[in-house]
């Protein structure tokens, strides 16, 4: 599996990993929890490390925590998490709950979510850092929200991962974000890559380029998350996923090699058309 090095440290990630989200049910739902643990098995299975949630995504963490438990809690999990609390006095508090929903001893890494309170969550985050509560601190956006202010804090801020949007048709970040985050060496994490599976749909629609080999892509979804993780600044991409079969696809995309600078433009050319 490929993987790229955090800059702040070295360490590797794969470039593919997942997010999970709110099951859509209440928390006790055994059958739809069991659905999440496998889907997490899947991941761990084909060697992806991260999982990514947050306090936003109702029962989320309460079903992470289970799945954790249900795989006997799998060694070399990179717990990627959120403050997303508007009174910066209980985000302390959040974060507790969060790592007692997910049942681990502590975070690798904690986001400052859509830029909520960020100064003093940023505080917070950054202190827990200092004091080996923490390994990471990053600040998220995505559909391309906030960019000016993602950049500020970037800029001005030690912080060691930024989130946002990216994919093959939604490239704003290409401009500044991504050239910012390589200079001044913070890994970037890609949500929404496949539009919430709405780019999807309307690609596949199409049948793949007669090309696509060149990419190393074997299916819509490969092509577009292997356009993305080889961005040379893109750390990981994660693409939200809910079911088994569509984890082992995704997490197929960051097998054999990544396309070169002058196949991924080719790729985005050939969607423009489409």
Same mark, same amino acid.
């Given at each position: 599996?490929?993987?790229?090095?955090?800059?702040?440290?070295?360490?590797?990630?794969p470039?593919?990993?997942?997010?999970? @989200?709110?099951?859509?049910?209440?928390?006790?739902?055994?059958?739809?929890?069991?659905?999440?643990?496998?889907?997490?098995?899947?991941? #761990?299975?084909?060697?992806?490390?991260?999982?990514?949630?947050? /306090?936003?995504?109702?029962?989320?963490?309460?079903?992470?925590? &289970?799945?954790?438990?249900?795989?006997?809690? /799998?060694?070399?999990v990179?717990? *990627? %998490?959120?403050? =997303?609390?508007g009174?910066?006095?209980?985000?302390?508090? +959040?974060?507790?709950?969060?790592?007692?929903? =997910?049942?681990?001893?502590? #975070? %690798?890494?904690?986001?400052?979510?859509?830029?909520?309170? =960020? +100064? $003093?969550?940023?505080?917070?985050?950054?202190?827990?850092?200092?004091? $080996?509560?923490?390994? &990471?601190?990053?600040?998220?956006?995505?559909?391309?929200?906030?960019?000016?202010?993602?950049?500020?804090?970037?800029?001005?801020?030690?912080? %060691?991962?930024?989130? !946002?949007?990216?994919?093959?048709?939604?490239?704003e970040?290409?401009?500044?974000?991504?050239?910012?985050?390589?200079? $001044?060496?913070?890994?970037?994490?890609?949500? @929404? /890559?496949?539009?919430?599976?709405?780019?999807?749909?309307?690609?596949?629609? +199409? /049948?793949?380029?007669? =090309?696509?080999?060149?990419t190393?892509?074997?299916?819509?979804?490969?092509?577009?998350?292997?356009?993305? !993780?080889?961005?040379?600044? !893109?750390?990981?991409?994660?693409?939200?996923?809910? @079911?088994?079969?569509?984890? $082992?696809?995704?997490?197929? *995309?960051?097998?054999?090699?990544?396309?070169?600078?002058?196949? @991924?433009?080719?790729?985005?050319?050939?969607?423009?058309?489409?």
């Amino acid at each position: 599996m490929i993987t790229k090095l955090i800059p702040s440290t070295g360490e590797p990630l794969p470039v593919v990993a997942d997010v999970e @989200r709110d099951p859509a049910a209440e928390a006790d739902d055994r059958l739809l929890q069991d659905e999440c643990a496998a889907v997490m098995a899947a991941v #761990f299975e084909a060697g992806g490390r991260m999982i990514d949630s947050s /306090p936003m995504y109702g029962s989320a963490q309460a079903t992470i925590g &289970y799945g954790l438990r249900k795989l006997g809690g /799998p060694s070399g999990v990179f717990s *990627a %998490d959120k403050v =997303w609390i508007g009174d910066p006095a209980d985000g302390r508090g +959040q974060i507790e709950r969060s790592r007692e929903n =997910w049942g681990v001893l502590g #975070f %690798d890494l904690r986001q400052v979510h859509n830029l909520v309170s =960020w +100064q $003093r969550h940023l505080e917070t985050l950054l202190a827990m850092k200092a004091d $080996r509560q923490l390994r &990471y601190v990053g600040i998220t956006t995505s559909e391309g929200r906030r960019h000016a202010q993602i950049e500020r804090v970037m800029a001005s801020q030690p912080i %060691d991962f930024v989130q !946002v949007t990216y994919n093959v048709v939604d490239r704003e970040v290409e401009a500044r974000v991504l050239p910012l985050a390589r200079e $001044r060496g913070i890994a970037v994490i890609v949500n @929404r /890559p496949f539009r919430e599976g709405r780019l999807l749909d309307q690609l596949e629609r +199409q /049948p793949l380029p007669a =090309w696509v080999a060149e990419t190393g892509a074997a299916s819509w979804a490969q092509f577009i998350l292997k356009f993305i !993780v080889a961005h040379p600044a !893109v750390m990981c991409a994660i693409p939200a996923t809910t @079911r088994v079969d569509h984890v $082992r696809e995704n997490m197929a *995309a960051a097998l054999g090699a990544l396309p070169e600078e002058a196949i @991924r433009q080719r790729m985005a050319h050939h969607v423009a058309q489409l």
